[in-house]
C-alpha cells in the first residue's frame, strides 16, 4: 500500500530552527509538496521537490532524497505565525496526491 | 482575486437528506478536487476532474456525486446524507500535476450529520 509518515506533532521555541521529517512509500514519483495549514483554514502551498536536493525560500527549505523516500521541511527564525499544521503530499505515478496526516507544529515564546 | 470560492461555509444536515456544496474557480484551472479532511487523518480524495465534462472518482467516492459542465464549476453533491460524511470539505484547483500541480483550495466547507 501507499504510505506517507509525518511525525503527529512536534513543539519548537520562537527564534530556534525546526525540521519536519516526511518518509513515504508510494506507486511511483513525481514530486513532493509541502502545504502549511493553519487551524480552521485551508493548506497553502510551500515547497515543491522533484530532485534530490534542497530548494530554499526565504525561512523555509524542503530536502528531498528520493533514493531513501525522504524529505524534511525546514523552518528557521521560527515565529509564533508558524503554529499551524505541516501536510507532506507525494504525487504517484498516476499523478494521485497521497497525503500524509500532517504535522502540528506548537511554537512557544 | 477570488481564486476558489466554495459555499456554505457551514451546514447541519439530518440523516437521509441531500445538499449541495458549491465550488467555483476564477484562474481557469483545468484540474478540480473534492476533499474531505478528518481529525488525524490525511486529505481524502472524493472525486476530481481534469477539465470540463470529465470527472472521476478518488479515494472516498461513495455516497457523493460530482459534475463538471464548465470550467469554472464543480459542484459536490451528497445523497442521503450520513454521520460519516461529517467532515471538512475542501474543493480545490490546480493548473495540472508535477511541477503544475501547486493545488489552490477553497476556505473549506464544515459539514454536520446529525
Known amino acids: 500500500g501507499q504510505n506517507i509518515d509525518q511525525p503527529t506533532e512536534m513543539t519548537a521555541t520562537e527564534g530556534a530552527i525546526v525540521q519536519i521529517n516526511c518518509t513515504y512509500q508510494?506507486?511511483?514519483?513525481?514530486?513532493l509538496f509541502w502545504y502549511q495549514q493553519h487551524a480552521g483554514e485551508a493548506p497553502t502551498f510551500l515547497s515543491y521537490?522533484?530532485l534530490d536536493g534542497l530548494e530554499e525560500k526565504g525561512r523555509f527549505s524542503s530536502f528531498l532524497s528520493r533514493s531513501k523516500g525522504y524529505s524534511y521541511l525546514l523552518l528557521k527564525e521560527l515565529q509564533m505565525k508558524d503554529s499551524a499544521s505541516y501536510l507532506c503530499?507525494?504525487?504517484?505515478?498516476?499523478?494521485?496526491?497521497?497525503w500524509g496526516a500532517g504535522t502540528k507544529l506548537i511554537i512557544k515564546p | 482575486n477570488a481564486g476558489v470560492t466554495q459555499t456554505p461555509k457551514f451546514r447541519i444536515l439530518k440523516i437521509g437528506q441531500s445538499m449541495t456544496l458549491q465550488c467555483t474557480q476564477d484562474?481557469?484551472?483545468?484540474?478540480m478536487y473534492w476533499y474531505r479532511q478528518d481529525p488525524g487523518m490525511g486529505l481524502k480524495l472524493i472525486y476530481y476532474?481534469?477539465?470540463?465534462?470529465?470527472?472521476d472518482k478518488g479515494e472516498v467516492p461513495n455516497g457523493y456525486n460530482v459534475s463538471r459542465s464548465t470550467t469554472e464549476d464543480f459542484p459536490l453533491r451528497l445523497e442521503l446524507a450520513a454521520p460519516s460524511q461529517t467532515s471538512v470539505y475542501f474543493c480545490?484547483?490546480?493548473?495540472?500535476?508535477?511541477?503544475?500541480?501547486?493545488?489552490?483550495f477553497g476556505e473549506g466547507s464544515r459539514l454536520t450529520v446529525l
Open positions: 508510494t506507486s511511483g514519483f513525481n514530486g
Open positions: 484562474m481557469n484551472h483545468n484540474y
Open positions: 521537490n522533484v
Open positions: 503530499a507525494v504525487e504517484d505515478s498516476n499523478y494521485q496526491l497521497i
Open positions: 476532474s481534469v477539465g470540463a465534462g470529465i470527472t
Open positions: 480545490a484547483s490546480s493548473r495540472g500535476t508535477s511541477h503544475t500541480g501547486e493545488l489552490f
